[in-house]
């Protein structure tokens, strides 16, 4: 406003004027008060509408009251509007970076003019008389108010480029704003001035207008001039969610979160201090600034300043964007987007991070089902069938066919009360493996029955159990067979003491009393002695011979099969046992067969020795021998028989029926007989005959088994 005041302006367009700069006024109030703007903008702001408050009071006092104004007090309520020009001035570079000096410089004139104004304050008059000392003032007063006006509107013109659409609209606001104010306060300047009060206070009026729109602009203006940043977001969201990769997030957010905010550099620092990524903000200046943010922050999503740096926390790293000084006073919108990118790019973050521990507990699982075996399967009713599965069908390869009718059968047949399924499926094949399969009913349908289950491929367990079956299985056999050892070398040992002490006596006894009486005994005497001393040697023999042939035989002795005359080899046999005549009746079927001849002849002579032992020297002992599929040789004689309870255990070793009295024998014989037959693929064993005696059998393979 100018230091000369026309007296007789129109009070309505002044009154106007008066209530516009008071609205203007209390909205900065209230900014201050809720610290809603930073508070030195909303100061600044609020002291340049305040200060021309007085003039324009002192216009409305002189247009509705002229006497009531006097020459002092309206000098001194000049001097609030000489402040108006440092004040807008202010509140410019709280919105864009000035050099320290400039501001000083602004502030020195300021006081210079204040002061010169108090010196020459009686020398103004309402009237508008002049002396050269005010004209002076006038002046400079009118080129500071020019020069600072021009340059808060440089300065927010300026500000504007770069910044996002609603920031950039309400700085121009603004700015058209100073202009309108510059322009009225010329009108008002010029020569008959006076008179166009309508016209310098319109203008000052639309002046005023806006700037508020540009300081405090209403929802709907906003909503218009930031619809360019509201695509702005959603092309932000949309970078950010393209994204693919948790790592690659961060960098997807930099250059959105920099358009959102008109920001001139943008870095990211991590939880320990390191910069991920950076843009126009030095490293160190980075974490200096991601430092504080982290020790003033309350909230985890709070938005901190540091300097024109906005810091806001993404993660456990801290997003930084070098902003405009503009921002944050007139950026809240832009900087609501900013969070909102934030928080969508840290939901982000976490579906692609979980994304990727489900991923990786997938191949977990695959990797572990791979290394055990297991596969799921999936029962479809409507199909009747099991849904392919590439698991599934890895593992089962060929025997998927004959797996899914075990499953499809298991369904069908009548559920247990929890309605669990589980089976075990061998499938024959070239591997022959073996599954195990179990289910449970669906959770979606329990009256459905099983719908999805596991198989596995048990083939290496089932194995590894048969395996150890075999491996106990052959222990216990081998415990056995060395308790049976133990038993039969107890047995040997009593026998052969036995068997050895009657012939080793004889001998003993025969022998030294022909040493002793020799002389005395006549020819016939030493003669039977001698063949006394013979048999009993021939039977020490017999028995070691047999001993011998049990040992080799229990020893896994290889047979020697040779073509042979089995009818013959009977009666070759029978006829060197000096049996006497009428002994032995034979009953042969002639025929050749692969036998072991030695052994073979051993069955017989053994067997009919046995017989010969025991049966009545008046009956005969028949010798019977069948060829057909087997070699079958039966002996049959009228002794005493052998119990039925020991008609198994006579062929073991050293055994000897109950009823074979003194009878002389060591109980190898038989035992010889059975592993002779054994090792020819056969058997031997003994039946009562009817009428008295026994039977006794074997039977030989023809073939090697």
């Given at each position: ?13 002044i009154t ?18 809720s ?6 903008t909303?100061?600044w702001?609020g ?6 408050i ?9 247009t509705?009251t002229?006497?009531s104004?006097?020459d002092?007090a309206f ?7 000489i402040?108006?020009p440092?004040?807008l ?6 919105l864009?970076?000035?050099p320290?000096?400039l501001?000083?410089?602004a ?12 010196l ?18 006038i ?9 600072l006006?021009i ?6 013109v300026r ?7 609603l ?10 704003g ?6 009225a ?6 020569r008959?001035?006076?008179?166009l009060v309508?016209?310098?206070a319109?203008v000052t009026?639309a002046?005023?207008?806006?700037a508020?729109?540009g ?7 906003r909503?218009r001039w ?5 695509s ?23 250059p959105?979160?920099?358009?959102l905010?008109g ?11 390191s ?15 991601a430092?504080h943010?982290r020790?003033i ?14 810091c ?13 000084p503009?921002t944050?006073?007139?950026?809240e919108?832009?900087?609501e987007l ?7 790019a840290n ?8 994304v ?15 290394l055990?075996r ?5 029962w479809?009713?409507?199909l ?5 599965d ?5 593992m ?6 004959e797996?899914?009718r075990?499953?499809?059968?298991a369904?069908a047949?009548p559920q ?16 022959h ?14 009256n459905?029955?099983?719908a ?13 159990e048969r ?10 056999e081998?415990a056995?067979?060395?308790r ?12 052969v ?5 009657t012939?080793?006596t004889?001998?003993?006894g025969?022998?030294?009393t ?6 005395e005994?006549?020819?016939?005497q ?6 006394h001393?013979?048999a ?11 001993l011998?042939?049990?040992d ?8 020697d ?5 089995l ?5 070759t046999?029978?006829?060197d046992?000096?049996?006497?005549d009428g002994?032995?009746?034979?009953e ?8 072991d ?5 051993r069955?017989v002579?053994n067997?009919v020795?046995n ?17 057909g599929?087997?070699i ?12 039925v ?5 006579i ?5 000897r029926?109950?009823?074979s009295?003194?009878m ?5 014989g038989?035992s010889?007989v059975?592993?002779f ?7 031997a ?12 059998h074997?039977e030989?393979?023809?073939r090697?088994?």
């Amino acid at each position: 406003m100018p230091l000369e005041v026309s007296m007789g302006s129109d009070t309505t367009f002044i009154t106007a004027l008066l209530l516009v700069h008071g609205l203007v006024v209390l909205r900065a109030v209230v900014d201050i008060v809720s610290a809603r703007v930073p508070s030195a903008t909303a100061w600044w702001f609020g002291i340049t509408f305040a200060t021309l408050i007085p003039a324009n009071a002192l216009l409305w006092l002189d247009t509705s009251t002229p006497a009531s104004v006097s020459d002092l007090a309206f000098a001194l309520s000049l001097l609030p509007v000489i402040v108006y020009p440092r004040a807008l001035f202010g509140f410019a570079c709280s919105l864009c970076p000035t050099p320290r000096w400039l501001s000083l410089a602004a502030t020195a004139s300021t006081v210079v003019i204040a002061i010169w104004l108090l010196l020459v304050i009686d020398q103004i008059t309402i009237d508008g008389a002049r002396r050269p000392a005010v004209s002076v003032l006038i002046g400079v007063e009118s080129l500071q108010w020019l020069v600072l006006s021009i340059a808060s509107i440089v300065l927010l013109v300026r500000t504007s480029a770069g910044t996002p659409a609603l920031v950039r609209a309400r700085l121009q606001s603004i700015a058209l704003g100073i202009v309108f104010l510059v322009i009225a306060n010329i009108v008002r300047s010029t020569r008959g001035g006076e008179d166009l009060v309508p016209a310098w206070a319109t203008v000052t009026i639309a002046g005023t207008i806006l700037a508020f729109i540009g300081y405090s602009p209403p929802a709907t203006i906003r909503s218009r001039w930031s619809r360019r940043d509201r695509s702005s977001l959603r092309k932000a969201i949309a970078d950010v969610l393209r994204v693919e990769r948790p790592e690659l997030v961060g960098p997807a957010l930099l250059p959105a979160a920099s358009r959102l905010v008109g920001g001139h550099g943008v870095a990211l620092v991590a939880g320990d201090g390191s910069v991920q990524s950076a843009s126009g903000i030095p490293d160190v200046t980075a974490q200096d600034a991601a430092a504080h943010a982290r020790a003033i922050r309350t909230e985890p999503e709070e938005l901190v300043f540091v300097e024109s740096i906005a810091c806001v926390a993404f993660g456990d790293e801290t997003l930084l964007v070098a902003v405009s000084p503009a921002t944050p006073a007139f950026g809240e919108e832009e900087l609501e987007l900013l969070l909102t990118v934030v928080t969508t790019a840290n939901l982000a973050m976490t579906r692609l991070q979980a994304v990727d521990r489900l991923r990786s507990r997938e191949a977990e699982l695959v990797e572990a089902q791979r290394l055990s075996r297991l596969a799921a399967w999936t029962w479809d009713p409507a199909l009747e069938r099991v849904l392919p599965d590439p698991q599934l069908d890895r593992m089962l390869g060929a025997d998927r066919d004959e797996i899914e009718r075990a499953i499809a059968n298991a369904i069908a047949a009548p559920q247990t009360t929890d309605g669990m399924i589980e089976f075990d499926v061998e499938v024959a094949g070239t591997d022959h493996r073996s599954f195990h399969v179990r289910s449970a009913p669906s959770a979606a349908d329990a009256n459905s029955g099983p719908a999805r289950g596991t198989v596995q491929d048990v083939t290496d367990r089932v194995a590894a159990e048969r395996a150890l079956r075999d491996a106990v299985e052959r222990e216990r056999e081998a415990a056995d067979e060395l308790r049976r050892l133990g038993r039969l070398k107890d047995d040997i040992l009593i026998a052969v003491s036995h068997e050895l002490r009657t012939p080793l006596t004889t001998i003993l006894g025969l022998t030294t009393t022909l040493q002793d009486h020799a002389v005395e005994l006549d020819e016939q005497q030493r003669a039977q002695m001698l063949d006394h001393v013979v048999a009993g040697a021939q039977r020490l023999d017999r028995l070691l011979v047999d001993l011998l042939d049990l040992d080799r035989v229990r020893r896994g002795t290889a047979i020697d099969r040779v073509e042979t005359d089995l009818a013959a080899l009977v009666r070759t046999t029978i006829d060197d046992l000096a049996l006497d005549d009428g002994a032995v009746t034979l009953e042969l079927e002639h025929g050749i067969a692969p036998v072991d001849p030695v052994k073979v002849g051993r069955i017989v002579e053994n067997l009919v020795g046995n017989a010969r032992k025991y049966a009545p020297s008046d009956e005969p002992i028949v010798v019977k021998l069948e060829l057909g599929d087997t070699i079958g040789i039966t002996v049959l004689d009228r002794g005493p028989g052998v119990p039925v309870d020991e008609q198994r255990s006579i062929f073991e070793p050293f055994t000897r029926a109950s009823n074979s009295g003194s009878m002389p024998g060591s109980g190898v014989g038989l035992s010889l007989v059975a592993e002779f037959a054994r090792v020819h693929g056969g058997r031997a064993w003994i039946e009562d005959r009817p009428g008295g005696g026994s039977a006794f059998h074997v039977e030989l393979a023809t073939r090697p088994t």
